[in-house]
């Protein structure tokens, strides 16, 4: 089964700080994505990549990077977190089947 | 563009009663639907999946049939139980690899 892990999984983060989501999967997949989880709001597409090197904007990109080292590592960079960012983040990786991460939740005070 | 609607935020159920939860989408491309249930603290996980109209799925003790004439892939089970209390979610794939989420439903099952 896909194996794909999230780091740190909980975070308090300062407004206007900086804060860093970490994903890796050990499955080989070329895609890998990166959603937040709001009530009401279901899964939204932030950003995603097809490959090491490759980043593509999702639904809501807005205040939002993403960073695609190699195939097996996939960031979420928030260079000015705000309290709007305050959420449950989860990394996905795969094509028609996407298996998710754990979750990271983030506090943004 | 490409959406997923589900109608119902909240469905509380007695043990041992039949369920069904709504999805209908909406794309120009030939769709991949899938269901993904999410129990608490947890992260979302593949129950059901389907491209092939009028073909029941099944899994778990859930199935879905996808339909193509009323853009529809709702959920059901004949018999829910206290396990199945989570988060379900549906999910569109057009034909590329993005998936499209529906908002969910929440369903609650009580002794």
């Known amino acids: 089964e896909a194996a794909v892990t999230q780091s740190p999984r909980n975070k308090v983060a300062v407004t206007g700080g900086k804060v860093t989501l970490s994903c890796n999967q050990t499955?080989?997949?070329?895609?890998m994505y990166w959603y937040r989880q709001d009530t009401g709001h279901g899964l939204r597409l932030i950003h995603y990549?097809?490959?090491?090197?490759?980043?593509e904007k999702g639904d809501i990109p807005d205040g939002y990077k993403a960073s695609r080292p190699s195939q097996e590592n996939f960031s979420l960079i928030l260079e000015l977190a705000t309290p709007s960012q305050t959420s449950v983040y989860f990394c996905?990786?795969?094509?028609?089947?996407?298996?998710f991460g754990p979750g990271t939740r983030l506090t943004v005070l | 563009g490409d959406s997923v609607t589900q109608t119902e935020g909240l469905v509380t159920l007695t043990k041992g009663l039949p369920v069904m939860l709504n999805c209908t989408y909406q794309?120009?491309?030939?769709?991949?639907l899938f269901w993904y249930v999410q129990h608490l603290n947890e992260a979302p996980k593949l129950l059901l999946k389907?491209?092939?109209?009028?073909k029941r799925t099944e899994h778990q003790g859930f199935y879905a049939t996808l339909h193509k004439s009323s853009s529809s892939f709702h959920l059901q089970k004949s018999s829910v139980q206290l396990s199945d209390s989570a988060l379900y979610f549906c999910?569109?794939?057009?034909?590329?690899?993005?998936?499209?989420f529906g908002s969910g439903t929440k369903l609650t099952v009580e002794p």
């Open positions: 996905a990786s795969g094509a028609g089947e996407q298996f």
């Open positions: 499955n080989n997949h070329n895609n």
């Open positions: 990549s097809y490959g090491a090197g490759s980043t």
């Open positions: 794309t120009t491309y030939s769709p991949f």
């Open positions: 389907s491209s092939t109209d009028n």
């Open positions: 999910a569109l794939r057009p034909n590329y690899n993005v998936l499209y």
